[in-house]
């Protein structure tokens, strides 16, 4: 894939973890989006769950920060994002992936209502919504996690799927 191609991709991703849409990537989009999936489950922040999925949030905060904040603002542009993300990802797209694991693995946790380790097709869905995918999008999404088709999604399919997220072509 050409390299522009490339950032094109990593560009529109940026929206994703821009949660309230000011133009920048910084703690507090990690602190709506956490509180979006604690509501979306009727999760108390306080509960075991919630405190897991705001201490995953800022591990992943930080460890995006590590990569693509360059000027140590304590926020990331867009510009920051493609430059770190194509820089960082295209060599090793796992590390990233590594990154987000807390935050994926306490995601899951919330969604996962009988706590055997995985979450249904329909609840990562949930997760996804109130991560701000369009419903339909978010259904579909969900859908192709579950590599087994055993209705059940699982961490290692989760954090695969990010790492492609973010490397392969749509």
Do not use: C
């Not at 929206?15 to 108390?44: C, H, P, W």
């Not at 109130?130 to 290692?156: K, N, Q, S, Y």
Request: net charge negative.
């Amino acid at each position: 894939m050409a390299n522009s191609e490339y950032e094109r991709r990593i560009a529109a991703r940026f929206s994703g973890f821009d949660q309230d849409g000011n133009g920048y990537i910084d703690r507090e989009d990690f602190n709506v989006a956490t509180k979006a999936v604690l509501a979306e489950f009727g999760t108390a922040a306080r509960s075991d769950k919630g405190q897991a999925l705001y201490v995953g949030a800022e591990a992943f905060w930080q460890g995006m920060a590590g990569i693509a904040d360059r000027d140590g603002d304590q926020r990331i542009t867009r510009q920051e994002f493609v430059t770190g993300a194509v820089k960082r990802l295209r060599d090793n797209p796992d590390r990233f992936a590594e990154i987000a694991r807390p935050f994926l693995h306490a995601a899951l946790a919330v969604a996962d209502a009988d706590d055997d380790g995985a979450a249904t097709v329909d609840d990562t869905a949930r997760v996804l919504k109130a991560l701000g995918v369009p419903e339909e999008i978010a259904a579909a999404a969900a859908g192709t996690l579950d590599t087994d088709a055993d209705g059940r999604i699982g961490e290692v399919e989760v954090v695969t799927a990010f790492a492609r997220y973010f490397t392969v072509p749509e």
